[in-house]
Nanobody, 122 residues
Framework: QVQLAESGGGSVEVGGSLRLSCKAS????????MGWFRQAPGKEREFVAG???????AYADSVKGRFTISKNGGHNTVFLQMNALIPEDTAVYYC????????????????WGQGTQVTVSS
């Protein structure tokens, strides 16, 4: 059974940092793309960052220069280092995986995690 388990969310003040982790289990995802989406209250889910199986990365314009995505392919784990957090980053963050990078970026992941809450207060 495939599972994606996110961790690392929490509450921070403006300018703070958090590191999210997502471990995928149930099959070998070492040649899959992985990524992060987020959904704020009253808004649609949006792409945050993605990484292909061969380490090509992509970011939403709103997080470029502040967030860094990385992965440990051998352990089916993807990370999201979030720095210089602002209130607009407040959302539930979801991990996703897909066989193709375009599917991750387009929100068409094959599997999704349950989400982890990130709250940034001013």
């Amino acid at each position: 059974q495939v599972q994606l388990a996110e961790s690392g969310g929490g509450s921070v003040e403006v300018g703070g940092s958090l590191r999210l982790s997502c471990k995928a289990s149930g099959r070998d995802f070492s040649r899959w793309a992985m990524g992060w989406f987020r959904q704020a209250p009253g808004k649609e889910r949006e792409f945050v960052a993605g990484v292909s199986w061969h380490d090509i990365v992509a970011y939403a314009d709103s997080v470029k220069g502040r967030f860094t995505i990385s992965k440990n392919g051998g352990h089916n784990t993807v990370f999201l280092q979030m720095n210089a957090l602002i209130p607009e980053d407040t959302a539930v963050y979801y991990c996703t995986v897909a066989e193709r990078f375009a599917e991750v970026k387009g929100g068409a992941g094959d599997y999704w995690g349950q989400g982890t809450q990130v709250t940034v207060s001013s």
